[in-house]
């Protein structure tokens, strides 16, 4: 099935593992933006930490020559979502505009169906309601909904933040900029491992980067065709 996707946007994130220092300045932003509450440490040790994204390590070369890698993992935004059918009362939908896979919070039961059916273990589930102590309730984003316990949470590519750019380009009469959008994640990372764009943009910096032949996407011969494409890290000789 072609990937080729010509109506509305086509939200992509280009992840450039040479940059990633594996420093978790996003996963930081993404708590901070999302109202992401945070798992104490035996809530961790029963599987049940709390984030939207999360920094895997690997180690590339062999020994002695060995280095420590960091590949940044989230919500990959499937065209082909196995989360979305499984949901039995449509939480998790597909937007034909945005091309995103959208989550409706105050529609969502828990099943955690969803979850169970994401290859890449992007969505976590909500145990606990929410608290923070104050006065640090205070730093909440109001643009973002603060989630009840009992449902799944996963990354949209900070759609609040689309959909403030799309407003602001719609009163201004004119069509979405290049670089209006910059999700936390993006904003945050302090090397510019993270690049954030609409593909269907031809003059957009991630259209402009792409195809490259050191792409690769997450599990790409599952067909879910994943809207983050990842930039393989050059080689390297550690200690020579």
Not at 28 to 38: D, M, Q, Y
Request: hydrophobic share 30%; charged share 25%.
């Amino acid at each position: 099935m072609s990937e080729t996707v010509t109506t509305g946007h086509k939200w992509t994130m280009i992840v450039d593992l040479d940059k990633c220092t594996g420093c978790q300045a996003c996963v930081v932003a993404c708590h901070a933006e999302n109202n992401v509450p945070t798992a104490n440490e035996d809530e961790v040790v029963r599987g049940r930490a709390n984030h939207w994204m999360r920094i895997e390590r690997y180690w590339e070369g062999e020994y002695p020559h060995v280095q420590a890698r960091f590949i940044p993992v989230f919500c990959q935004q499937c065209e082909e979502a196995p989360c979305e059918p499984v949901c039995p009362v449509y939480a998790s939908y597909h937007s034909e505009q945005e091309h995103l896979n959208m989550q409706v919070y105050n529609r969502c039961i828990g099943t955690r169906y969803c979850g169970n059916n994401c290859p890449y273990r992007a969505r976590v589930f909500n145990y606990h309601a929410p608290h923070w102590d104050a006065p640090l309730e205070q730093q909440l984003n109001p643009d973002v909904t603060v989630r009840s316990a009992g449902v799944m949470e996963k990354c949209t590519f900070c759609i609040q933040r689309i959909r403030r750019a799309e407003e602001d380009a719609k009163v201004e009469g004119r069509p979405l900029r290049d670089g209006e959008v910059v999700p936390a994640c993006v904003q945050a990372c302090p090397t510019d491992a993270l690049i954030f764009g609409d593909l269907n943009d031809e003059e957009s910096r991630v259209a402009r980067m792409l195809p490259d032949e050191r792409q690769f996407k997450l599990l790409e011969n599952l067909g879910t065709q994943p809207a983050v494409y990842y930039l393989k890290g050059g080689e390297t000789h550690v200690g020579e």
